[in-house]
């Protein structure tokens, strides 16, 4: 018997160490951003997966949902700029929460209280979530959390420079939890956001943000030049006066 | 966040706003204002109540002062199991109709928001959830249909800072009884506390379920629930610390057991049996105490580090006896006859038992992952009473460990695997007084004191496979392998959830090597 223990360990870990039949390549690195635990208490279960999204973790994403959905090149453009736009990686570090409950239901309000992101040895709250954690949870949630990108005084990158950041989860969001604290730990160092950005779909994002500053730009402009209409009022109004006074 | 946030920004907006266009607060508000249906409606819902003079009928005509100050009663007195997101959108319009009025009442605006805030985030809801459960059980002349387990949850989150959790439990011919009753705090600095009676555990990696519907729990030293315990943990950069400490009245851990028997034979007279007991009595009120600290040295590798003592105020009282048994010469092998009961002696002996213990998590691979424990214990005289009678004093400071195999079901494609091994040294103590292999009847190896007879290894496999959101099936296999005993333990179950809600288990469990049994259970589980 212990031989044959010894066998399926073996075979347990060439299994593990081989790439599956059938698993594509981009299969790993979303396993490796998409972190689960699992939690159970006689007869609860729970699940809670949480998914930082790297540029590559983006890239691996839209190449699967490609492949599944037979996309052409134009639509997985499409895909990747409406994701990005979700994603809103350019002032926020997105993070989206899975629950499977099989199990009793679970209460996550207030939800934005029972995470906590820490980079650097700081800790960051979130900026906005999506308010659906905040309900009542008995079969399958999903949703989105961001936290800061940028430092709100310095205005400086939070992720400049970090190796590892840790996502914390607090226990008190279940009774089947039974840790004061759940987390999940990524290396980001290697991290480049920038990449995402390129392709049609970076250049249509680039195209919002400039259609936006744009449309900011002209109305400060208006403004402006509203100011400059009361100002050139003004001064005419002076010249009037001043005529008529050298003329007494 | 983002319905607060405009809240908030229409608020703004409406103060900054006034007085050039606010409406004169004595002046009615019209009949068909929409503000009457929007009440009538919380109240016909039950979402509020206490209106002015206690009534409200459609048939007043409320002045802007009225309607506001009914809103103001509104938000205090709002149900807040009965509100909807719809009803507080309603709330939220009404404030934002009413603001000038309620800032004349004196009824703080920022206060509204907070409170609105609350509303919709959840503070001060009720919140209620648990399952029913019922289990048949086919065995040999032994079949048991029951209610194995009610379990009611009840959360209150108090306020930003303080969340209450309940759990009422029974079945299994158990009274309902509150099984847990605790307060979680958050202090500054990153510090939140534990307070109550709640389940700790350290070891929860280590162990493959409580996963499902079964229970694998192999936690050897934490995962305890004693009457009344404090917990606070400290978050830092990439690790956390936290110190327990625990008090149990009078815990009974019980007593055992049989020790040590041998046979002569005498050439004249047949043969003697000697029987050795050594039998251990413990009651005593007990303290708990323990520190740990874990770090994450990046997404791979973590180590922590653990220490917990069970500390009893009083002794143990340990007693030793011998029993004689004669086989005269032509008697049938197996019989023997009853000759004498000696008392050998007795001693009271201390029973604290410390642990100290260390984890390892490596991450080698995504969905791969191995883990290490290791344990040292140093245990007092009573837990030694087996050796001391054996010529002992025996090893006070036993060991034991454990290395895993994790795979994820997404590495495999079919399946997920668990593969532990572990070895236990013979007087490692489990010292819950609870064995850690009680799933099922996987146990033979522990005493009842929760204590390991000898030498044991112990191999654990899980495969579990989640086909799709309705079909699981898993099948695990326990091998227990010591000097004078080896066995295993075979269980196959498939679970089916009919709804997310209602889940049915099937499985059959097998004993194997010395021990020769099997059984089916039939489970059926609703979830709220």
Same mark, same amino acid.
């Given at each position: 018997? *212990?031989?044959?223990?010894?066998?399926?360990?073996?075979?347990?870990?060439?299994?593990?160490?081989?790439?599956?039949?059938?698993?594509?390549?981009?299969?790993?690195?979303?396993? *490796?951003?998409?972190?689960?635990?699992?939690?159970?208490?006689?007869?609860?279960?729970?699940?809670?997966?949480?998914?930082?999204?790297?540029?590559?973790?983006?890239?691996?994403?839209?190449?699967?949902?490609?492949?599944?959905?037979?996309?052409?090149?134009?639509?997985?453009?499409?895909?990747?700029?409406?994701?990005?736009?979700?994603?809103?990686?350019?002032?926020?570090?997105?993070?989206?929460?899975?629950?499977?409950?099989?199990?009793?239901?679970?209460? &996550?309000?207030?939800?934005?209280?029972?995470?906590?992101?820490?980079?650097?040895?700081?800790?960051?709250?979130?900026?906005?979530?999506?308010?659906?954690?905040?309900?009542?949870?008995?079969?399958?949630?999903?949703?989105?959390?961001?936290?800061?990108?940028?430092?709100?005084?310095?205005?400086?990158?939070?992720?400049?420079?970090?190796?590892?950041?840790?996502?914390?989860?607090?226990?008190?969001?279940?009774?089947? !939890?039974?840790?004061?604290?759940?987390?999940?730990?990524?290396?980001?160092?290697?991290? %480049?956001?920038?990449?995402?950005?390129?392709?049609?779909?970076?250049?249509?994002?680039?195209?919002? *943000?400039?259609?936006?500053?744009?449309?900011?730009? #002209?109305?400060?402009?208006?403004?402006?030049?509203?100011?400059?209409?009361?100002?050139?009022?003004?001064?005419?109004?002076?010249?009037?006066?001043?005529?008529?006074?050298?003329?007494? | 966040?983002? *319905?607060?946030?405009?809240?908030?920004?229409?608020?703004?907006?409406?103060?900054?706003?006034?007085?050039?266009?606010?409406?004169?607060?004595?002046?009615?508000?019209?009949?068909?204002? /929409?503000?009457?249906?929007?009440?009538?409606?919380?109240?016909?819902?039950?979402?509020?109540?206490?209106?002015?003079?206690?009534?409200?009928?459609?048939?007043?005509?409320?002045?802007?002062?009225?309607?506001?100050?009914?809103?103001?009663?509104?938000?205090?007195?709002?149900? &807040?199991?009965?509100?909807?997101?719809?009803?507080?959108?309603?709330?939220?319009?009404?404030?934002?109709?009413?603001?000038?009025?309620?800032?004349?009442?004196?009824?703080?605006?920022?206060?509204?928001?907070?409170?609105?805030?609350?509303?919709?985030?959840?503070?001060?809801?009720?919140?209620?959830?648990?399952?029913?459960?019922?289990?048949?059980?086919?065995?040999?002349?032994?079949?048991?249909?029951?209610?194995?387990?009610?379990?009611?949850?009840?959360?209150?989150?108090?306020?930003?800072?303080?969340?209450?959790?309940?759990?009422?439990?029974?079945?299994?011919?158990?009274?309902?009884?509150?099984?847990?009753?605790?307060?979680?705090?958050?202090?500054?600095?990153? !510090?939140?506390?534990?307070?109550?009676?709640?389940?700790?555990?350290?070891?929860?990696?280590?162990?493959?379920?409580?996963?499902?519907?079964?229970? &694998? =729990?192999?936690?050897?030293?934490?995962? !305890?629930?004693?009457?009344?315990?404090?917990?606070?943990?400290?978050?830092?950069?990439?690790?956390?610390?936290?110190?327990?400490?625990?008090?149990?009245?009078?815990?009974?851990?019980?007593?055992?057991?049989? &020790?040590?028997?041998?046979?002569?034979?005498?050439?004249?007279?047949?043969?003697?049996?000697?029987?050795?007991?050594?039998?251990?009595?413990?009651?005593?009120?007990?303290?708990?105490?323990?520190?740990?600290?874990?770090?994450?040295?990046? $997404?791979?590798?973590?180590?922590?580090? =653990?220490?917990?003592?069970?500390?009893? $105020?009083?002794?143990?009282?340990?007693?030793?006896?011998?029993?004689?048994?004669?086989?005269?010469?032509?008697?049938?092998?197996?019989?023997?006859?009853?000759?004498?009961?000696?008392?050998?002696?007795?001693?009271?002996?201390?029973?604290?038992?410390?642990?100290?213990?260390?984890?390892?998590?490596? #991450?080698?691979?995504?969905?791969?992952?191995?883990?290490?424990?290791?344990?040292?214990?140093?245990?007092?005289?009573?837990?030694?009473?087996?050796? !001391?009678?054996?010529?002992?004093?025996?090893?006070?400071?036993?060991?034991?460990?454990?290395?895993?195999?994790?795979?994820?079901?997404?590495?495999?494609?079919?399946?997920?695997? /668990?593969?532990?091994?572990?070895?236990?040294?013979?007087?490692?103590?489990?010292?819950?007084?609870?064995?850690?292999?009680?799933?099922?009847?996987?146990?033979?190896?522990?005493?009842?004191?929760?204590?390991?007879?000898?030498?044991?290894?112990?191999?654990?496999?899980?495969?579990?496979?989640?086909? =799709?959101?309705?079909?699981?099936?898993?099948?695990?296999?326990?091998?227990?392998?010591?000097?004078?005993? %080896?066995?295993?333990?075979?269980?196959?179950?498939?679970?089916?959830?009919?709804?997310?809600?209602?889940?049915?288990?099937?499985?059959?469990?097998?004993?194997?090597?010395?021990?020769?049994?099997?059984?089916?259970?039939?489970?059926?589980?609703?979830?709220?």
């Amino acid at each position: 018997m *212990r031989r044959i223990l010894i066998s399926i360990v073996v075979a347990a870990v060439f299994l593990s160490l081989a790439v599956p039949a059938g698993a594509a390549p981009y299969d790993e690195i979303m396993q *490796r951003w998409q972190k689960t635990q699992r939690f159970g208490d006689a007869g609860d279960a729970l699940s809670v997966s949480a998914t930082y999204f790297s540029s590559e973790y983006i890239e691996a994403l839209m190449q699967s949902e490609a492949d599944k959905n037979l996309w052409t090149a134009d639509e997985m453009d499409l895909h990747k700029y409406q994701l990005l736009k979700t994603l809103r990686l350019d002032d926020t570090i997105p993070v989206r929460f899975r629950f499977d409950i099989m199990g009793s239901a679970i209460h &996550m309000a207030p939800f934005g209280e029972q995470v906590t992101l820490w980079i650097k040895g700081k800790k960051y709250k979130p900026v906005d979530y999506d308010p659906l954690l905040n309900f009542k949870v008995a079969d399958t949630a999903e949703g989105m959390v961001y936290f800061p990108r940028f430092d709100e005084k310095t205005g400086k990158d939070l992720l400049a420079g970090a190796g590892t950041i840790k996502l914390e989860l607090s226990g008190s969001i279940s009774m089947t !939890i039974k840790r004061t604290k759940v987390d999940f730990i990524w290396d980001v160092a290697a991290d %480049d956001p920038s990449r995402v950005y390129s392709g049609q779909a970076g250049g249509r994002l680039e195209m919002d *943000r400039l259609i936006k500053r744009l449309a900011n730009l #002209n109305k400060e402009k208006q403004e402006c030049e509203k100011r400059l209409g009361e100002l050139d009022s003004e001064i005419a109004d002076i010249e009037i006066r001043m005529g008529e006074l050298q003329q007494q | 966040m983002k *319905r607060f946030a405009a809240l908030v920004a229409v608020l703004a907006l409406v103060a900054f706003a006034a007085p050039a266009f606010a409406a004169n607060p004595f002046m009615d508000v019209p009949m068909n204002h /929409w503000a009457y249906d929007a009440v009538s409606q919380l109240a016909s819902r039950g979402v509020v109540s206490g209106y002015p003079d206690g009534a409200f009928k459609g048939e007043w005509k409320a002045t802007r002062y009225e309607m506001a100050s009914v809103v103001a009663r509104a938000l205090a007195y709002v149900d &807040m199991n009965k509100a909807s997101k719809q009803d507080l959108e309603l709330l939220k319009k009404l404030v934002v109709e009413f603001k000038d009025e309620l800032d004349a009442l004196g009824v703080k605006v920022d206060e509204l928001d907070a409170r609105v805030a609350d509303l919709e985030k959840g503070v001060g809801k009720w919140y209620f959830s648990g399952y029913l459960r019922m289990q048949q059980t086919f065995a040999d002349g032994d079949d048991t249909w029951a209610v194995n387990r009610f379990r009611w949850n009840i959360k209150k989150v108090i306020d930003d800072k303080v969340t209450m959790n309940v759990r009422l439990q029974g079945g299994g011919g158990e009274d309902v009884a509150v099984e847990l009753a605790y307060l979680t705090i958050k202090f500054p600095w990153d !510090i939140t506390a534990t307070i109550g009676r709640f389940w700790h555990d350290w070891e929860g990696a280590f162990y493959a379920g409580d996963w499902w519907y079964f229970a &694998m =729990n192999d936690a050897y030293i934490t995962d !305890i629930r004693p009457t009344m315990a404090w917990k606070f943990d400290k978050s830092f950069g990439m690790g956390n610390f936290s110190l327990y400490v625990a008090h149990d009245d009078n815990k009974d851990l019980g007593s055992f057991a049989v &020790m040590y028997d041998d046979d002569y034979d005498y050439f004249f007279t047949g043969t003697r049996y000697e029987e050795y007991w050594a039998s251990a009595g413990l009651v005593s009120d007990r303290y708990i105490y323990g520190a740990r600290i874990n770090f994450n040295f990046n $997404e791979m590798f973590s180590l922590a580090v =653990n220490y917990m003592k069970y500390d009893y $105020e009083d002794d143990a009282e340990v007693s030793f006896w011998r029993n004689e048994y004669w086989r005269p010469f032509g008697a049938p092998a197996d019989a023997f006859y009853f000759y004498g009961l000696y008392d050998e002696g007795g001693f009271t002996l201390a029973a604290d038992t410390a642990t100290i213990w260390g984890d390892l998590v490596v #991450n080698f691979k995504p969905g791969i992952t191995f883990k290490g424990q290791y344990f040292m214990q140093d245990n007092d005289p009573a837990w030694q009473a087996l050796n !001391i009678y054996d010529g002992g004093p025996g090893d006070d400071s036993p060991n034991a460990w454990k290395a895993i195999l994790e795979i994820d079901q997404d590495v495999l494609g079919f399946t997920s695997l /668990w593969l532990e091994y572990a070895q236990l040294d013979a007087g490692f103590v489990f010292p819950n007084g609870a064995s850690p292999y009680g799933w099922m009847r996987a146990d033979s190896f522990i005493n009842s004191y929760g204590q390991v007879v000898e030498d044991t290894t112990v191999w654990t496999v899980l495969a579990m496979q989640r086909w =799709n959101d309705k079909w699981g099936t898993y099948v695990r296999y326990l091998k227990a392998d010591a000097d004078t005993f %080896d066995y295993d333990n075979w269980t196959v179950a498939v679970t089916h959830w009919y709804t997310p809600s209602l889940a049915f288990e099937l499985g059959y469990d097998k004993l194997g090597g010395d021990l020769d049994d099997d059984f089916i259970w039939l489970r059926t589980t609703v979830f709220f």
